[in-house]
Structure formats: structure tokens, C-alpha cells
């Protein structure tokens, strides 16, 4: 008669296969997306409602908007986290980030761009470009050279 045993593996053998592809698939993520925007990225997994501090979200755009001049091109000024990334903000201090309060988006939340140009949803303002109850779309972050080509 064969005597076959079948072969196992260890549980600590499997726990480490697990924990390795987590760890490439975050060095991938970084080289892929750059730092900072999945930096971003993995702390608004954490952050749910209670949205971004209106400071943290101008550092972060002067970061991005460094990183945008680099940039040689407008299309790739044009799709750098400066102008693509939005912010969930807790403009009135009670914890959770400002909501549309009117029209087809109504309940969603408001997004807040690094720049001045960049398109949100809400109310709108002279320039017909959508705000939040006090005027505002965006964190008031101006980046020469980046921000005229968000919208292009």
C-alpha cells in the first residue's frame, strides 16, 4: 500500500504570504500614485465623514501644487492631485463635512479643490462656478503656472 501524507502548510508560512503581498501591493500604490496622493488616499479611508482640517487641505495642495510646477506638460498639469484631488471640509466645526443643501446632489458631499478654478457642486457664484453657502469652492490654495490649466 502507498503511505502518502499530504503536505501543509504552516500557519505562520501563510500569515507572512499575506502580510508581503499587503506590503507590494503599497510600494506598487506609491509608485503608481506618487506619495502624497495615496498618503491621501489610505487617510481618507480613515477619515469618513468628519472631512479634512481646512489647514491639513491647504498644506496638502501647496505640496501638490510643488509637485505640479514640476510638470512640463499642461495634460499632466492638468491631471496632477493639484487639480483632481478634493476634499471633504468641516467648514462650521461640528464635526462632519459640509453637505449639498439644494438641487440633484442634494445630501452629497460638498467638494472643496485646491484652486480657485477648479469645479465643485453647490451654489454658484458669479463666475458660474459652483460654491458652498458661504461662496467658497475651494481651500484658496493659487498655484502659478497649474492652476489656469485644471479646467482646460
Not at 504552516?10 to 506619495?35: C, D, E, K, Q
Not at 468628519?50 to 510638470?71: R, V
Not at 459652483?130 to 481651500?139: H, L, R, Y
Request: charged residues 20%; hydrophobic residues 35%; proline residues 1%.
Amino acid at each position: 500500500m502507498n503511505n502518502k501524507k499530504a503536505q501543509s502548510l504552516s500557519m505562520n508560512t501563510v500569515i507572512i504570504g499575506i502580510l508581503v503581498v499587503v506590503v507590494l501591493v503599497v510600494i506598487i500604490a506609491f509608485f503608481v500614485y506618487g506619495t502624497s496622493t495615496t498618503i491621501t488616499k489610505i487617510k481618507n479611508v480613515f477619515r469618513g465623514a468628519s472631512g479634512t482640517d481646512l489647514a491639513q487641505a491647504k498644506i496638502s495642495c501647496e505640496n501638490w501644487c510643488q509637485d505640479a510646477k514640476l510638470f512640463t506638460s499642461v495634460d499632466e498639469k492638468k491631471t496632477s492631485a493639484y487639480c483632481v484631488q478634493s476634499f471633504k471640509i468641516d467648514v462650521d466645526g461640528d464635526g462632519i463635512a459640509e453637505k449639498i443643501s439644494r438641487g440633484d446632489n442634494q445630501g452629497e458631499f460638498l467638494k472643496y479643490y485646491c484652486g480657485p478654478n477648479i469645479h465643485t457642486n453647490d451654489q454658484y457664484n458669479a463666475q458660474g462656478s459652483p460654491t458652498d453657502n458661504k461662496g467658497i469652492n475651494n481651500v484658496g490654495v493659487s498655484c502659478a503656472g497649474v492652476s489656469e490649466n485644471c479646467n482646460q
